[in-house]
């Protein structure tokens, strides 16, 4: 078991440029959660898939942040026309089923310049 | 939606000490209630939770309380180590509408002088 999975682990963009970011959960796992972290905002709920379906996406800056999840083997999270506000280190988290461990991943820092 | 506090943001304690860590939560379907530690660079990880059924819950030195009518929960590391300096963050859940995000604290970063 390799854990939740997450590419790329750092990221360098130029300002108004678009990032796409890559989690692979833990196979077998039905949940699959987004968080930003910051030192300012500690950590940060983006997003939420259930079997794939979105079931929460409250934290999601609502212009230019997009999550999917196509396939229960991966999520994506896409920011366009990325702003230096915008960097931060974006954890992935999956859990076999509701209200159960959240394992994280290794998060993909992002340096928007 | 739900808010979660975390209070001290930051905690000295020394080496064989007891170190608290408290946290406050507003909406009262909240029914989970996990601990995580987070090392330099590392992700973070589960330590202890509780359930809403529950008071009180030890692990070895982890002790977590819940007050439910006050909307509180605690950790309590008991004859800390300098190997619990870290981040650690508490969350709280909900599920009652089908909707299990977890929302977290602020962190606390927990510091151990030997």
């Known amino acids: 078991n390799a854990g939740v999975i997450q590419t790329p682990r750092h990221k360098v963009t130029g300002k108004g440029q678009e990032a796409t970011l890559w989690c692979e959960p833990i196979?077998?796992?039905?949940?699959v959660f987004w968080y930003r972290q910051t030192i300012v905002q500690g950590l940060e709920f983006l997003t939420y898939f259930r079997n794939q379906a979105p079931i929460d996406d409250s934290g999601m800056p609502k212009e230019r942040f997009s999550a999917q999840m196509p396939n229960q083997s991966h999520s994506t999270l896409k920011i366009q026309s990325t702003q230096p506000q915008d960097s931060a280190v974006y954890l992935c988290?999956?859990?076999?089923?509701?209200?159960?461990?959240?394992?994280f991943g290794a998060g993909t820092r992002l340096s928007v310049l | 939606g739900e808010q979660v506090e975390q209070l001290p943001s930051i905690l000295r304690v020394q080496e064989g000490s007891s170190a608290s860590i408290n946290c406050s939560y507003e909406?009262?379907?909240?029914?989970?209630f996990p601990w995580y530690k987070q090392e330099p660079g590392e992700n973070p990880k589960l330590i202890i939770d509780i359930r809403s059924n529950m008071e009180r819950k030890q692990i070895q030195e982890l002790i977590v309380l819940l007050d439910k009518k006050a909307k509180r929960f605690s950790l309590h590391i008991t004859d800390t180590q300098p190997g619990d300096s870290a981040m650690y963050f508490c969350?709280?859940?909900?599920?009652?509408?089908?909707?299990?995000?977890?929302?977290f604290g602020a962190g606390t970063r927990l510091k151990v002088i030997a």
């Open positions: 969350a709280a859940s909900q599920g009652g509408t089908g909707n299990y995000k977890y929302v």
């Open positions: 196979s077998g796992h039905s949940a």
């Open positions: 988290a999956s859990s076999l089923s509701s209200q159960n461990t959240l394992y």
């Open positions: 909406d009262s379907a909240s029914n989970y």
